[in-house]
Every structure is written in C-alpha cells, then in structure tokens.
C-alpha cells in the first residue's frame, strides 16, 4: 500500500498545539448527512450494550465489549470530550474474531468525573485495572488523539501487557525549548483555552462553539455526531479544563517515549488541523521502526471519515 512506510529521522516539530480533541477552523463546514459512511452498528444498540466496572481505586469506568469473547484482546481508547461511541463507526468492520473493548475514560461518557487527578497516567492506570477486572493478562492496545497519548503511557508503564499499539492522530509532544502554541479557537483571536474557560454550565450541545468542535472535513453521520455534542455538553466545563491543564498543557511524552517499545503503527489524516505534518515528522522520527499511514483526504478523525479503510489497516496491522 503506497500510502504505508517506515519512517527515518525528521526534523523537529515546529510548536505542539496542546487540545487535543477533533476540531477544524471554521472555514470547515459541519458535517452533514450527505455522502456520509453509513453507520453499520445501530447507535440505540450501542447505548444497550454500555456497563460499568467500580475499579480499586474507587474510579467507576463506563465500557462495552463486542466480538469474541475468547478472542485477541483489542482494547480501544477515545479522545478529549469524546466517549466509547467514538467507536461505533468502526467497530463493525473490525475482525469480528477479536475481543473489543470500547471504554470511557475518566471525566467522559458513563465514567467518574472527579475534579482532579486527570495525568495521562491517571488515565493510563485506570485502563491497567480495567484490564484487571476483566481477567485480561495482555492486549493490543488503539488509541485515538488524547487516546493515543494514554495509549503511549500505558505501553510503556505497563510494556508485559502490551502487544501491539496503534496510535491514531497523535503527537511525541514539543522538542526541548520549543514555545507552545495554543490551539485557535472558533473565535478569531481567541486560543481555544480561553474559550473553553469562558464556557458556563451547562453547555449547550448545539451551540456554534459545539458544532465548530465536531466539525469534519468530509461528511460524518449527524445523528452519530448530534449524540458526541450531547455527552461532550455533558461533561462539566471543569472537567474540560482540568483534562486540558493536568493532562495536557503540563504532559513530557518525549521524556518516556523511549519505553515503548511494542511494535506501533502510526496513523494520521493529512487534513488533520491538530496535529500537521511536523507532529507526524516529530513522532515518527522518535519511532523509526512505527509503520505509518497518512491518508490524504482525511482529518483528525479518518475512522469516522472512512471507518472500512482503517478498520482494514488495523486489522491487517494487529494480524500480521
């Protein structure tokens, strides 16, 4: 596949946006019914198919499973003010012989939303006891955007329960001494922290700020994104903000990148406005022996765009 390759050595990435949600600038039209991928999986059987696990560290997680029970382990991990349905455009087309497990992280979907204690390895943690509970000794590990980023730290705190990871839309984080620069907001002028921080509860799901926040560069199904807008609003604005600053702003993934050391894949949509083009130098430069797929078309969120041309990537990956 032309579009797959090793990577060698790049140049450092030019500045690290720090939100790490889908977003797009607002020349981006939202998404509509038009063209969209049709959605295999009925979204009110999604919801049916939803539980919960009281973890030992008192955290409750809201997570499904679909596939084969006695099959490979494929544990699936969403990105910031998203949910497990971040899945559900894929999931069918996944290998139905796999064991899926779609979860909410903390602070989103049917998970605790405590005020604090949002690290990637907070996170991270809270997915090696959930693999616990439910008697999984090793897993493949896909990760999305902030997924992707606890996905990285699970891999290399936890490397024996490991055994291949996917990395979707994600980052190595700013070389030493690179200033940050923040993410635009939907205003101009105006960095996506600000706004989130001028946000008052309860947010509003169908708000422009929430349309421009879930806004696709190719058509996405509006009944699947109208129920993301719901359950992002649904996340208290300190949540938001407590992700962006404790798990975000302040996060050193360069600094233990060297651990990861199970075998990676590297996924990105070119038209991805988060993470461009020196992100996806940066990172597959810091993994030299990561295949990597770019797909041209695409944005922040191709497995929403094209969930059977990525699903089939995955699979061909975790199979291999």
């Not at 099959?71 to 497990?84: F, I, M, P, Q, W």
């Not at 955007?145 to 980052?171: H, Y």
């Not at 990676?264 to 990597?292: N, Y």
């Amino acid at each position: 596949m032309n579009t797959t390759r090793l990577r060698r050595a790049r140049a450092p990435a030019l500045a690290f946006l720090a939100a790490l949600a889908f977003a797009a600038p607002a020349a981006v039209a939202a998404a509509t019914e038009a063209g969209a991928p049709e959605l295999k999986m009925r979204l009110d059987d999604f919801e049916r198919a939803k539980k919960t696990v009281q973890l030992p560290n008192g955290t409750t997680l809201g997570y499904a499973e679909f596939g084969d029970r006695h099959g490979r382990a494929v544990l699936l991990v969403h990105g910031y003010t998203d949910n497990a349905r971040d899945w559900v455009p894929m999931i069918p087309y996944l290998a139905p012989g796999d064991r899926l497990i779609v979860v909410d992280i903390r602070g989103h979907g049917a998970s605790s939303k405590p005020e604090c204690c949002y690290t990637l390895i907070d996170f991270a943690y809270d997915l090696k006891l959930l693999l616990d509970a439910l008697h999984i000794g090793r897993a493949d590990i896909v990760g999305h955007s902030l997924g992707s980023l606890i996905a990285q730290t699970f891999a290399e705190f936890w490397p024996g329960r490991v055994r291949k990871v996917v990395l979707i839309s994600s980052t190595a984080g700013p070389p030493p001494g690179t200033p940050r620069r923040e993410l635009a907001g939907s205003t101009p002028g105006v960095t996506f922290r600000e706004e989130v921080s001028a946000l008052k509860d309860p947010l509003d799901p169908e708000s422009a700020f929430m349309r421009w926040w879930y806004a696709s560069p190719t058509p996405v199904n509006e009944e699947f994104l109208r129920r993301q807008r719901k359950d992002a609003a649904a996340i208290p604005v300190g949540v938001w903000i407590a992700v962006l600053d404790q798990g975000l702003t302040n996060m050193n993934l360069r600094a233990t990148l060297p651990r990861l050391t199970a075998p990676t894949l590297l996924i990105w949509g070119a038209k991805d406005f988060i993470f461009g083009a020196e992100d996806r130098k940066e990172l597959s430069g810091l993994l030299p022996d990561a295949r990597v797929i770019v797909y041209p078309e695409y944005g922040h969120n191709p497995f929403w765009e094209n969930p059977e041309r990525v699903a089939k990537d995955i699979d061909a990956y975790l199979a291999e």
